[in-house]
């Protein structure tokens, strides 16, 4: 008798779990994965890429927050979706330090503000940590002390203020602020020394938000990203000049390698002298590549490109 092959269906699940100090990493292919429509892995269905950050024990894992869902891309493999339950992640702090959450806020998919929420298994899973204000914040620009995890900015993009916690979102206060904030960053060795970005150039604080001075160098030009590496080096994404970078915190700068990308984000990665950066290109689309310090190398690690 002939044997009857009946084939009810083929389902391929990958699950692949690394779990570093407190970050877990999950890298999953399923049939509900976005998929590019050239085939080509690196294209990704994302919209805005809103922030980067590299896991403090492992270098080699890069997150990427964006408008809609949270990524991780390892060893600048093809970034891949991880997050259980989408929603628009408008800034994003990876941990300065093993054994602290990642941090991000912005909007939940059922609309809102989500305040500021947390994150211990590498962007999985996402919880409540406060709503700053009520109704909740929504950071669009947020930084965290690597001296201190625990102290962490955030300026609410409704404009209400500048705000500092420094139990880890338990309690706030409010700091004052030189003019609108598109970006934040704290000294990796001084708490205290405050750098902000907005549409006016770049504003130092010495004594934690209570005085500003505004620098000299790129006022009157947009700054969309500031960011800190291990080593106290400063970058900046200056609109129409680029990424500059500074070794005397924001007293001169030098540009980088111009590359065709308007950046919204940064993540240094002082180890191996590499800049993780994201936004958008010339030709309107959400990209993310790594570059070298000296502009000698760069690749792409994601785009929408090419996605109808």
């Known amino acids: 008798m002939n044997s009857i092959l009946l084939i009810a269906g083929i389902v391929i699940v ?32 994302w919209r805005h890429v809103h922030g980067l950050g590299l896991d403090p024990t492992d270098h080699s894992i890069l997150y990427i927050a964006t408008h809609g869902d ?15 339950v989408r929603a628009d992640y408008m800034a994003f702090n990876a941990p300065p330090i093993p054994g602290v959450p990642l941090y991000a806020s912005g909007h939940p998919s059922t609309g809102g503000n989500t305040g500021l929420i947390k994150s211990n298994d590498g962007g999985i899973t996402w919880e409540h940590v406060s709503n700053v204000i ?45 003019e609108y904030v598109s970006a934040l960053t704290i000294s990796p060795n001084d708490s205290e020394l405050i750098f902000a970005g907005t549409g006016n150039g770049i504003f130092k604080s010495n004594n934690d938000g209570k005085d500003w001075t505004h620098l000299d160098t790129y006022q009157k030009m947009p700054i969309s990203a500031l960011a800190f590496d291990d080593k106290g080096k400063l970058f900046a994404s200056v609109k129409t000049f680029g990424i500059a970078q500074s070794d005397d915190l924001g007293e001169s700068w030098e540009r980088m390698q111009h590359i065709d990308l308007t950046v919204s984000s940064i993540a240094a990665d002082s180890e191996n002298n590499y800049l993780y950066v994201g936004g958008y290109s010339s030709g309107g689309f959400q990209e993310v590549y790594k570059i070298s310090y000296d502009g000698s190398s760069y690749e792409m690690i994601g785009t929408n490109k090419g996605l109808k």
Request: proline share 9%; glycine share 6%.
């Open 134 to 178: 009520d109704p909740p914040v929504d950071f669009h620009a947020m930084a965290i002390s690597k001296q201190n995890p625990e102290t962490i900015i955030g300026f609410d993009s409704g404009a209400r203020g500048l705000f500092k916690t420094v139990d880890a979102g338990k309690t706030w206060e409010t700091l004052e602020y030189p």
């Open 70 to 84: 949270f990524y991780q891309s390892i060893s600048n493999a093809p970034p891949v979706k991880v997050d259980k």
């Open 14 to 45: 990958l699950v692949v779990i690394i779990t570093v100090g407190a970050s877990t990493l999950i890298v999953e292919e399923s049939p509900n994965m976005e998929q590019s429509t050239d085939n080509d892995p690196r294209t990704v269905d």
